[in-house]
């Protein structure tokens, strides 16, 4: 939420989650040799992630298996001419590149030794992979997403001059009814829209609200205010006194959209992350962390929904 930069980077469904390189100086193996069909004993800690041969395979690619001291970990090595180990986890699982002159266990030692990261990595994969899936049950009629905290139903085909909220719109509850006008069954994307649009003017009402009752409350006053779309930050505050707050915090409960517009608010005296920063956030919202722990779970491209 600092002025130009996010709290949480976004992880895209698409794009390579990272990369590390390797510089292999020296053509010796290592002392670790992985043994062929011994694995240690199943663990007792935390589920294996599954890392699944992918049903095709490139004429270049083949398949290799190591035993990590947690679980199998299955990747896909490809030879090049680079002069580097590359390790990326992309929608395929692990993908290995290499040097053609590396033997296969100096390249299986490096997948060991960066274990932690490539699970870390890939139970990330799974996780956004789930969630994805998940959104594309949610967009219909019966379907649920979240508002200001709450879980709100959609039912389509009984609202045909526009959506109707059946329910408190500032204090919703669990399970009330979202009705938008549209045929019962619609596809996806225009019951996505719909709900959308409903929520973008929900958020323009309510985060409005709360910008004015803070900034009456703190002294303190932005020049202009707008909503965005950012995928990367949830507000953003310029030495302008301009602040932008995402759409897609009408989602969270009202304590958490408070802690975002108080943070802008905050850069309006200090355009940092300073212990005086931290300070002025603390007068404007007193007992602020709560809010800022809970959001830091999330990212503006983490939730299934959007």
């Excluded at 390189?21 to 294996?48: H, I, K, M, T, Y």
């Excluded at 959104?135 to 979240?146: K, L, M, N, S, V």
Aim: net charge positive; aromatic share 6%; proline share 8%.
């Amino acid at each position: 939420m600092k002025c130009g930069n996010s709290i949480l980077n976004a992880m895209s469904r698409h794009k390579q989650l990272d990369l590390f390189a390797f510089d292999l100086n020296s053509r010796q193996e290592p002392a670790f040799r992985p043994v062929a069909g011994v694995a240690p004993p199943p663990p007792a800690a935390s589920p294996a992630v599954p890392t699944p041969r992918p049903p095709t395979l490139a004429g270049d690619v083949r398949w290799r298996e190591v035993y990590a001291p947690s679980q199998v970990i299955g990747y896909a090595l490809r030879r090049s001419r680079r002069k580097s180990i590359g390790l990326v986890i992309n929608d395929d699982g692990l993908q290995v590149t290499a040097p053609s002159w590396v033997t296969l266990a100096q390249v299986d030692a490096v997948v060991l030794e960066k274990a932690a990261w490539v699970l870390e990595k890939l139970r990330l994969r799974q996780e956004r992979q789930e969630q994805l899936a998940t959104a594309d049950t949610q967009w219909q009629d019966g379907g649920r997403i979240p508002y200001l905290g709450k879980r709100i139903e959609l039912r389509l085909g009984d609202a045909p001059d526009g959506p109707v909220f059946e329910g408190l719109l500032h204090a919703p509850e669990q399970g009330d009814i979202l009705r938008l006008p549209l045929p019962r069954h619609a596809d996806r994307d225009r019951v996505r829209d719909s709900a959308h649009g409903w929520l973008q003017l929900q958020a323009t009402e309510w985060l409005g609200q709360r910008l004015d009752r803070l900034q009456r409350s703190s002294g303190l006053a932005a020049t202009r205010w707008r909503l965005s779309s950012a995928a990367t930050r949830w507000g953003s505050c310029n030495s302008e006194g301009h602040i932008m707050l995402n759409w897609r915090l009408i989602h969270f409960e009202p304590a958490v959209i408070d802690y975002v517009v108080a943070h802008e608010l905050a850069h309006l005296r200090h355009m940092n992350h300073s212990a005086a920063f931290w300070r002025e956030v603390e007068r404007i919202l007193p007992g602020f962390e709560v809010a800022r722990n809970a959001l830091r779970r999330h990212s503006p491209t983490s939730l299934p929904l959007l």
